[in-house]
């Protein structure tokens, strides 16, 4: 453990010699980060291939074309978002002047998952780098081949008191958790949010927790089912179920259940063929234990599609299940796999009361031309993020912030968010020697109705 904690030294020492990376330094870090990953692409989507088995279309829409556009994003941006902002005074303090200075935290700790290993990992890391930070990086050791080439990317752009990269698991990320940072960047499950949460108590040190959770979608009567059906598998069996914010399960309205699960089988079909194993584009589970896990939680006797596994080639099949109550086994956590259990309604308040009885979720999506509806879901259900009519596409907005709230997150980030979440905005009232009233200056006999005045 002595190597992480005399890795995690050089950068704060950096730090506190050199302070963070200059504005010329940032963008010419940026720029060198978009040539290395554009000429290592194949090695990327080869490491995806061996963690995830994810198709080279999905590994570059949804982890390295994803990085490269937040890097185009960011460049055009960038000079804005770093100069001061002037914000107005009020005319008390006239003719001062009031800015806001936006200034790295300082030396910030990325901590990632294995289920979008790339992205998850060099998303926070570009807007760290944007805001000016120095970085510590901690992939995830499941994705083992993609933390891999991460590093090798990392150490051909970056010196090491820049940005460094710690590989590891358990033991390696709790000896970093005891070191201070000036910023923690957590992206996984919700259980080692509240560890690192609590580690980052002891130092006082701000976090964000991009966490998981149950996330439901919801197909009212008034949706469009054909187009319904095809945006919700292509959400639930992209990367196999492996998305933080996948559907998790299904509120399907009964009036519309029949249509729905033909629908839902045609269109396995359509997009994997006859038989999904088969098929290039559907990803694998991660490994063994989490292939446990999940066929756990498959009761075979509600499968009405999918269903079939094989535990030597980490397959599951896209799989829906029906007839499932809020009681059973898979509705208690985060299913985190291609398995989808579905639940019927007759009216919307049906299902509103047990979601919010459930820990507040990443995302929610709501299917339907019924703007009353529509209305009732988002005002009523508070939840980190979602889609209207469609799943997941809300992250590819950058001005959309991406964040959980309660426990599925806490802050967030994507596009400027992530300039403002690595960053510190330090305000500065810029005083005038011209004029000064002696107003505020005891003693202050005949003074007050004078400031009552003022405050109006
Ligand atoms: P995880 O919490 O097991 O691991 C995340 C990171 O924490 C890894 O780098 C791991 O090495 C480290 N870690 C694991 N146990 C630890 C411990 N006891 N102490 C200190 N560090 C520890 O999560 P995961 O299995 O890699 O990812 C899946 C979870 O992440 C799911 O719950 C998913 O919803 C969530 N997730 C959230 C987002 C989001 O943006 N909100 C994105 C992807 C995944």
Redesign the pocket.
């Known amino acids: 453990m002595s190597d992480v904690i005399s890795k995690v030294k050089k950068v704060k020492d950096a730090y506190h010699m050199n302070g963070g990376l200059s504005a010329g330094l940032r963008k010419e870090r940026l720029k060198q980060l978009k040539r290395v990953i554009t000429a290592k692409e194949a090695l990327i989507s080869k490491a995806l291939l061996l963690d995830l088995g994810k198709s080279e279309f999905e590994a570059y829409v949804s982890e390295v074309g994803f990085i490269l556009d937040e890097l185009n994003f960011i460049k055009k941006n960038i000079d804005s978002w770093m100069s001061p902002k002037k914000v107005s005074t009020p005319l008390v303090l006239l003719p001062g002047k009031s800015v806001v200075y936006s200034e790295p935290h300082g030396v910030v700790l990325v ?6 290993p790339f992205q ?1 990992c060099l998303s926070p890391l570009i807007g760290a780098i944007a805001a000016g930070n120095r970085v510590v990086v ?5 994705a083992s081949q993609t933390a891999l080439i991460i590093q090798e990317i990392i150490e051909d752009v970056f010196e090491d008191d820049e940005v460094t990269v710690i590989q590891g ?2 033991e390696e ?2 000896t970093l ?1 005891k070191q201070k940072f000036d910023y923690i960047f957590f ?6 949010g509240k ?2 949460m609590k580690a980052a108590a002891e130092h006082l040190t701000p976090v964000t927790l ?4 149950k996330s439901p979608c919801i197909v009212d009567q008034s949706a469009d089912i054909g187009t319904a059906v095809k945006r919700i598998v292509w959400g639930k069996f992209l990367n196999a179920g492996q998305t ?1 914010v996948a559907p998790d399960y299904l509120l399907v309205h009964e009036s519309v259940k029949d249509e729905f699960i033909a629908k839902f089988k045609s269109t396995i079909k359509e997009f994997y063929g006859d038989e999904t194993k088969l098929s290039p584009d559907f990803s694998r589970i991660i490994n063994q234990k989490h292939f446990d896990r999940l066929i756990s939680l498959l009761d075979q006797s509600k499968v009405i599609e999918g269903g079939d596994h094989d535990r030597e080639g980490r397959y599951i099949a896209p799989t829906l299940l029906t007839d499932i109550s809020w009681d059973d086994k898979i509705m208690e956590d ?1 299913i ?1 796999g291609p398995l989808l259990p579905m639940i019927s309604f007759s009216s919307l308040n049906e299902v509103i009361a047990p979601i919010l009885d459930h820990p507040r979720p ?1 995302a929610l999506y709501f299917f339907g031309e019924d703007s009353s509806a529509e209305k009732q879901v988002l005002d009523r259900i508070s939840f980190g993020g979602g889609c209207v009519n469609d799943t997941m596409i809300h992250l590819v907005n950058p001005n959309l912030p991406f964040g ?1 709230t309660g426990h ?2 806490v802050g967030s980030y994507h596009g400027e968010k992530s300039f403002t979440t690595f960053s510190h905005e330090k305000s500065v009232f810029k005083q005038m020697n011209k004029v000064d009233l002696p107003l505020r200056y005891p003693p202050y006999k005949g003074k007050l109705n004078w400031i009552k005045f003022f405050v109006g």
Request: proline fraction near 6%.
């Open positions: 901590i990632a998952p294995w289920n979008y998850l901690k992939p995830s050791e499941v698991a358990v990320t709790t958790l992206t996984g499950s919700t259980s080692v560890v690192v991009e966490l998981g959770g933080c985060e985190f990443l959980g599925s997150g």
